[in-house]
């Protein structure tokens, strides 16, 4: 049952005139000239809050009436809903208690604390969002409060479904194609059910991060189902389940064709972080760029010349420590980043005809952890070493497999890689 309309999300819009002013929808010239199309980046990332979340939460609770404001709101969050719901909840002076995982970067907390003031009670619980939601929703039994989710509630996605509706006004016509990132589908589901009802030509293409697909898999299971394993990294959509309200949605979006689903390995995500950052000035998290990522590799599907895109940039709350991380996935994904267990002799000169036999001359060591065994003969060695390109490493390895060394590949799926990334 479709328990949102584009009424909704019309007096959504309503609601939020003048609490927010529409984000800018910006043409980008990187994707344009590589795709030989008109491709428009809608930034959420430049709202109050960094993300588009403040939409949804605003929203929900400026409808509540005047006894569940007194009782207060409660919410769990990854950090951008949290923000959002802190940024609400100090304009209506409603106190609100957040729960956040351990895993919520040190930015977003701060943030959330410093939008929410004295309003807010921020409290970190868990190693995942499930178990901060698990934590938000026995506060609410308990207390009366009322819960405010960051995506499976209906007047969470009619609020989201005001993004569309600006990209629309601000561009004056119909793009060919809407690019949206997805995490439970409240972002989605409230683009789908405004353009079915308004614009239902446009063709939308829904982004999950490879790591945490629960939208699709909800489709092909025909109801939202637990993910088995989740990849933390793209924090802002790594859901474990998509939404009861959310998913049948954006299923009969896709049996319509109206939609469609696609994945981005979380190194991809990473490469287009860097290029966000590097050639258009924008930092984006990994949820923010899920949607240029899909677009620049491909997997948004066939793109006709002269075509008009939208990629909706839905977050730009990136910690700076992060980008270490960010950096190093992107190596690896792009194959210009290996790392190898290498079995050096216990004999002088072991490493130096390692340094001058199997180098290439723009090859370079960026790792080398060393456990030296006295009483063997070799000792084993973590090697990680940097391509100058990636079509380099087929040299590397015949130069490998002809070196005295015992030399092993450690790929990209080896458990090991946890403690390197």
């Not at 199309?37 to 929900?60: H, I, M, Q, T």
């Not at 007194?70 to 802190?86: L, P, Y």
């Not at 970190?124 to 405010?148: C, E, I, M």
């Not at 949607?291 to 008009?308: E, P, R």
Request: aromatic content about 4%.
């Amino acid at each position: 049952m479709i328990s949102v309309t584009a009424g909704d999300v019309d007096e959504a819009a309503a609601r939020l005139r003048g609490v927010i002013a529409p984000s800018p929808l910006q043409p980008n010239g990187r994707l344009t000239a590589r795709l030989d199309a008109a491709v428009w980046l809608k930034r959420e990332d430049l709202l109050p809050v960094r993300s588009y979340k403040l939409r949804g939460a605003y929203n929900l609770i400026a409808q509540l009436d005047e006894d569940a404001r007194a009782d207060g709101v409660v919410c769990a969050s990854a950090g951008n809903h949290a923000q959002g719901v802190a940024y609400a909840c100090a304009r209506l002076g409603v106190q609100a208690r957040v729960y956040l995982p351990r895993t919520t970067p040190r930015q977003k907390r701060d943030r959330v604390a410093f939008l929410g003031g004295e309003v807010v009670d921020v409290r970190v619980v868990g190693d995942g969002y499930d178990d901060a939601a698990a934590a938000a929703l026995a506060d609410a039994r308990d207390t009366g409060s009322t819960q405010v989710p960051p995506f499976d509630d209906p007047r969470t996605v009619a609020g989201q479904g005001t993004v569309v509706r600006e990209v629309l006004s601000q561009l004056g016509r119909e793009p060919d194609v809407l690019v949206v990132p997805v995490g439970g589908g409240g972002l989605l589901a409230g683009t789908l059910v405004w353009l079915r009802e308004r614009h239902p030509e446009v063709r939308v293409v829904g982004v999950e991060p490879a790591g945490a697909a629960c939208m699709a898999a909800a489709v092909a299971a025909g109801g939202p189902v637990d993910l088995d394993e989740v990849d933390p990294f793209v924090d802002g959509a790594s859901v474990r389940r998509a939404g009861a309200v959310t998913h049948p949605i954006v299923a009969a979006g896709v049996r319509d064709g109206a939609a469609s689903l696609t994945t981005v390995p979380e190194g991809r995500v990473c490469v287009e972080m860097l290029e966000l950052y590097q050639s258009d000035g924008i930092i984006a998290e990994p949820a923010g760029a899920l949607a240029t990522a899909a677009l620049a590799s491909g997997a948004a599907g066939d793109i006709a010349d002269g075509s008009t895109i939208v990629c909706l940039l839905s977050g730009g709350n990136n910690d700076v420590s992060r980008y270490a991380e960010v950096v190093e996935r992107a190596l690896v994904h792009e194959g210009r980043k290996h790392y190898f267990l290498v079995d050096f002799p216990q004999e002088p000169g072991a490493l130096r005809r390692f340094l001058d036999d199997v180098l290439g001359p723009d090859d370079d060591i960026t790792l080398f952890e060393y456990v030296k065994r006295n009483n063997r003969e070799t000792g084993p060695a973590l090697v990680g070493i940097e391509l100058g390109r990636p079509e380099d490493l087929d040299g590397l390895l015949e130069r490998m497999h002809a070196a005295p060394p015992h030399i092993e590949l450690v790929p990209p799926d080896s458990p090991l890689f946890r403690f390197l990334l």
